[in-house]
């Protein structure tokens, strides 16, 4: 069992940035892959961003490539997603998910295959 705890949300206006965190309580982060998930108000969870165990691959969905950047420490057992540029559409609540891997390079957008979730951290985008 993997029990994630995100940080980080709030109001920001757009064009800020705010960085989100997030907290896995195992002794197995480093066999993690870790994604950042985000779901706005009557629309459907999205990946935002995932990181392979390594923190040397990562994805991101094309709305934020260039904007957001994932990344991770695994002697903090934290995952973090730096999102700069907020845009009102960023407005959402995100969630940070992992999946166990053998493979220390494999990254996974697939929601589906993301096995543990945090509760969410609320961000609001003002214009």
């Known amino acids: 069992q993997v029990q994630l705890v995100e940080s980080g949300g709030g109001l920001v206006q757009a064009g800020g940035s705010v960085r989100l965190s997030c907290a896995a309580s195992?002794?197995?982060?480093?066999?993690?892959?870790m994604g950042w998930f985000r779901q706005a108000p009557g629309k459907e969870r999205e990946v935002v961003a995932a990181?392979?165990?390594?923190?040397?691959?990562?994805n991101y969905i094309d709305s934020v490539k260039g904007r957001f950047t994932i990344s991770r420490d695994n002697a903090k057992n934290t995952v973090y997603l730096q999102m700069d540029s907020l845009k009102p559409e960023d407005t959402a609540v995100y969630f940070c998910a992992c999946q166990f891997s053998g493979l220390v390079s494999y990254v996974s957008s697939l929601l589906s295959q993301y096995n543990y979730w945090g509760q969410g951290t609320q961000v609001t985008v003002s214009s």
């Open positions: 990181v392979s165990r390594s923190g040397t691959r990562t």
């Open positions: 195992t002794r197995a982060f480093s066999s993690l892959v």
